[in-house]
C-alpha cells in the first residue's frame, strides 16, 4: 500500500467518524454503518449543541485537509501506514461487524480511540473530535 493510497484509508475512517458522531449526537441513524450510541434523554441536548460548535469550528472539510496535507514522516512515526494501518482499521471494521451488544460497543468505541488518538497526534490538531466521541461513552443511559 502506497503511502497515499494509506492517506486515502485515513480519509475514509475520519469520514466515518464524523458521520458517526453525527448520527449519536443528531439522535438517529444517519446512514452511518457503525452502532448509533445513545446519549441520556437529560444530556441530549447539550451534546447535540456541542456538536453543531465543532462542527462550526473544525468541519469536515478542514479535517480532511489536514490529514491530506500530513507528512509522511508523521504517518510513519503514528503508525498510520502499512500493514499497521490495515490492522487497526480491520480491528474497528471487525468489531462492528460482531454487531451492537454493549461490550462490542465499548470495544468498539476503544479500537476508534486508539486509532484517532495517532491521527490526531499525526495532524496536531482535532482534540476536540476525540474528547466528543469520549463524551459519548460517559453520557449513555445508565452511565449518568
Not at 500493514?83 to 476503544?110: C, M, P, T, W
Not at 486508539?114 to 497526534?121: C, N, P
Request: proline content about 3%; hydrophobic content about 45%.
Amino acid at each position: 500500500m502506497s503511502i497515499a493510497a494509506d492517506r486515502d484509508h485515513l480519509e475514509t475512517f475520519i469520514t466515518k467518524v464524523y458521520d458517526w458522531l453525527e448520527a449519536c449526537y443528531a439522535g438517529f441513524d444517519n446512514g452511518s454503518q457503525w452502532p448509533v450510541f445513545q446519549i441520556h434523554p437529560d444530556l441530549r441536548r447539550f451534546g447535540a449543541e456541542a456538536w453543531e460548535e465543532f462542527k462550526s469550528d473544525l468541519g469536515l472539510p478542514e479535517i480532511l485537509r489536514l490529514v491530506h496535507g500530513v507528512s509522511e514522516h508523521e504517518l510513519k512515526a503514528h503508525g498510520l501506514y502499512g500493514n499497521q494501518l490495515r490492522y487497526k482499521l480491520s480491528v474497528i471494521e471487525h468489531l462492528v461487524s460482531l454487531g451492537s451488544a454493549s461490550d462490542i460497543v465499548l470495544k468498539f468505541i476503544d479500537a476508534i480511540d486508539v486509532l484517532l488518538d495517532s491521527v490526531i497526534s499525526a495532524l496536531g490538531r482535532g482534540a476536540a473530535l476525540k474528547e466528543l466521541k469520549d463524551m459519548l461513552r460517559v453520557s449513555a443511559p445508565g452511565t449518568t
